[in-house]
């Protein structure tokens, strides 16, 4: 059974960090372009980041560059999405996806991070709350 898993999600003060995993099982990542997306409560679900399949390049939404990284450990079968600084606004679900990307045309340096309907997979998303 293909299926991506998060995990890491939580309650956070203002100003702190939480990592998040994402573990591939049924497939494995390294043919695929991965992405975090994330959804607020109201709002639409809106792209995060996006890593290349060799993880040479990442691209992140301009409201969270500098704060949030994403990486992978293809042997691990797992990517990651560190979030520092966190802000109250950054309170939403957040979902990882996986998009097969066999040309390696998807997340170049310059491009925006790929839409929804390019992704293959998705995770069942893990709730970040930030508050005081």
């Known amino acids: 059974q293909l299926q991506l898993v998060e995990s890491g999600g939580g309650l956070v003060q203002p100003g702190g960090s939480l990592r998040l995993s994402c573990a591939a099982s049924?497939?494995?990542?390294?043919?695929?372009?991965m992405g975090w997306f994330r959804q607020a409560p109201g709002k639409e679900r809106e792209g995060v980041s996006c890593i290349s399949r060799s993880g040479a390049n990442t691209n992140h939404a301009d409201s969270m560059k500098g704060r949030f990284t994403i990486s992978r450990d293809n042997a691990k079968n797992t990517v990651y999405l560190q979030m520092n600084s966190l802000k109250p606004e950054d309170t939403a679900v957040y979902y990882c996806?996986?998009?097969?990307?066999?040309?390696?045309?998807?997340?170049?340096?310059?491009?925006?991070?790929?839409?929804?309907?390019?992704?293959?997979?998705w995770g069942q998303g893990t709730q970040v709350t930030v508050s005081s």
């Open positions: 049924g497939f494995t990542l390294d043919h695929y372009v």
């Open positions: 996806a996986a998009a097969s990307d066999p040309f390696q045309a998807l997340c170049r340096m310059g491009q925006r991070i790929p839409e929804e309907y390019q992704y293959d997979y």
